[in-house]
């Protein structure tokens, strides 16, 4: 068998830098506490960094020159996995989706081996490739749509994202709810995820879905199924930008005295694992852009026999304050 080539280890920035905060390994062990898996119900798969958008808060830096997506064999690999796991949820996520140009393909082939099928969208990346033939694909499959909306207000959402996006993220949610995608009684969902503008932590997801509902209904005549809210990950591009301003320390500090240790047992990496565009696996996506293996160990899921074992230990790193402050990440 031809030697896979072993990914990279991300740049976890330098070590003083590490040193702002106690390690996330240490603050667990201080509470008591220890991160191991709980069944694994959920696949997450990342289909590629090709993206549409430059965004100042991505941790896996995708963007239009990530041209890196999973190729077929890969694709393969994993369908033969998820065959023998049967996922309760399969999620597919990048970069955009939308711009993988199988991902019709995958949708018709993962759809019958999950009860739940998700596609993570930056909502503007929908308006490109023939939106009408994939939004009619997701009908029939009935794929739950989750696009990202940093914000409801235009200006934040473009110093974010760049000119333009806010507009075309509107008039893709507008496509979405014209065939019944966030309407109440169509089966049909449609759930926005929104994220800070900056170097602080969101508000309350209740209060932020309020606000969200209100503005987006009124102004556009958009409605949605859930939102969402989290934090921006001290990774990627975002951790380049906190480095940059003279945020970075302040930031980490933020999310090391906002450690929730009643929301650890919720993490979504107890129960999610993630396979990135190369095949190789991790205990989430934030995991798969630090490059820190599934259980401290490098598996490719052509090696793998079925999900990890409940009570398998999560592989951590200071990244993880990011899900474990506030109300966390779950």
């Known amino acids: 068998m031809e030697a896979r080539q072993l990914p990279e280890r991300a740049n976890m920035g330098t070590e003083q830098e590490s040193l702002a905060v106690e390690s996330f390994r240490r603050t667990l062990f201080r509470h008591g506490l220890r991160l191991g898996r709980a069944q694994t119900t959920t696949l997450q798969i990342n289909v590629g960094l090709l993206c549409n958008q430059v965004c100042k808060h991505c941790h896996l830096e995708a963007g239009p020159n990530r041209t890196k997506v ?5 694709f393969n690999d994993v369908v033969a996995f998820a065959q023998k796991g049967r996922f309760e949820t399969i999620d597919i996520t990048g970069g955009a989706p939308e711009l993988h140009p199988n991902l019709i393909r995958m949708i018709e082939t993962l759809s019958s081996l999950s009860d739940r099928l998700m596609v993570r969208s930056n909502l503007s990346a929908l308006e490109e490739n023939d939106p009408n033939r994939l939004i009619d694909v997701f009908i029939k499959h009935g794929v739950i749509v989750v696009g990202s909306l940093p914000s409801a207000d235009s200006v934040q959402t473009e110093s974010q994202r760049g000119k333009g996006v806010f507009e075309k993220s509107i008039h893709a949610l507008k496509r979405l709810n014209a065939v019944g995608y966030g309407k109440k009684k169509t ?10 503008p900056g170097a602080f932590l969101p508000p309350s997801q209740a209060q932020a879905e309020e606000r969200f509902r209100v503005i987006l209904e009124k102004k556009w005549d958009v409605v949605f199924s859930n ?5 921006n990950v001290p ?16 930031y980490l500090e933020r999310l090391y005295s906002s450690f929730n240790p009643c929301v650890v047992e919720g993490l979504m990496c107890r129960t999610l ?3 990135a565009w190369d095949g190789y696996c991790y205990d989430c996506d934030f995991n798969l852009a630090a490059r820190l293996p599934m259980a401290g160990s490098t598996s490719h899921i052509s090696e793998m026999e079925g999900p990890p074992e409940p009570g398998t230990p999560v592989a951590v790193g200071d990244h993880c304050y990011t899900c474990a402050a506030g109300s966390g990440f779950t």
């Open 187 to 196: 089966g049909l969902q449609l759930d926005l995820v929104s994220n800070p």
């Open 273 to 275: 694992m993630s396979v």
């Open 227 to 231: 939102l969402f809210t989290f934090a």
């Open 70 to 74: 999973m190729d077929e064999e890969t």
């Open 235 to 250: 990774l990627g591009r975002f951790r380049q930008w906190l480095h940059q301003s003279g945020n970075l320390e302040t």
